[in-house]
């Protein structure tokens, strides 16, 4: 069974920075991870993904401000924000998906962290 807990969330300046970290038990480094956000009243969305093989995937309005690593020894899934926006305000979660590549089906979540970017 899955086990995913982030943490790391909290309140930052617009401009700071924060790193987001995943535990994850049950899972294989075959497996393709990703970090997603939902705001208030918005879809989830995909904010970085992070293939078997170390492919990954940013969401435009994250590039050059984000980065994900995973380290599949540890079992750990890291997500790295610097520059941080107001509108980067939302629950993250972390997730695993049912194959190697990040364009595929979510099969765990974990329960969200929180963060918060004042302006």
């Known amino acids: 069974q899955v086990q995913l807990v982030e943490s790391g969330g909290g309140l930052v300046q617009a401009g700071g920075s924060l790193r987001l970290s995943c535990a994850a038990s049950?899972?294989?480094?075959?497996?393709?991870m990703g970090w997603f956000r939902q705001a208030p009243e918005k879809e989830r969305e995909l904010v970085a993904g992070?293939?078997?093989?170390?492919?990954?995937y940013y969401k435009n309005s994250v590039k050059g401000r984000f980065t994900i690593s995973r380290d599949n020894v540890k079992n750990t899934l890291a997500l790295q924000m610097n520059s941080l926006k107001p509108e980067d305000t939302a629950m993250y979660y972390c997730?695993?998906?049912?194959?190697?590549?990040?364009?595929?089906?979510?099969?765990?979540w974990g329960p969200g962290t929180l963060v918060t970017v004042s302006s």
């Open positions: 997730a695993t998906f049912d194959g190697s590549s990040f364009i595929g089906t979510v099969d765990a």
């Open positions: 049950g899972i294989f480094s075959i497996n393709a």
């Open positions: 992070i293939s078997s093989g170390g492919k990954t």
